[in-house]
């Protein structure tokens, strides 16, 4: 193994160390973003929801507050894009 070969190596290992390190982190911050959305949502529950709970949840609270200020804009996009109850699935993973 010459120099040249040992020095690529040893970039691409640092490289890589370094590439976790930043996917590690970012996967730190995200799951304290659903933390702090689980909290918000569920207020009185101690208990930790699924990610996709926790989405669903959100999605049907900020649905029920544009309902009561009168801003439903999803449902207004809905109506003008002519869309029908068979696409409301995608909404109800």
Do not use: P, W
């Not at 933390?35 to 208990?47: A, E, G, H, T, V």
């Not at 699924?50 to 989405?55: D, M, P, Q, R």
């Not at 544009?66 to 409301?88: A, C, F, K, S």
């Amino acid at each position: 193994m010459n120099s040249q070969t040992y020095k690529n190596g040893f970039e691409k290992e640092t490289k890589r160390k370094i590439a976790n390190e930043k996917e590690r982190l970012r996967m730190i911050k995200v799951n304290a973003a659903y933390d702090k959305l689980n909290n918000l949502i569920y207020k009185r529950c101690d208990k930790k929801y699924s990610k996709v709970k926790i989405l669903q949840a959100t999605i049907a609270y900020i649905a029920t507050l544009q309902t009561i200020l009168g801003t439903d804009t999803l449902m207004q996009e809905r109506e003008e894009n002519n869309i029908h109850d068979e696409d409301e699935n995608i909404l109800n993973l």
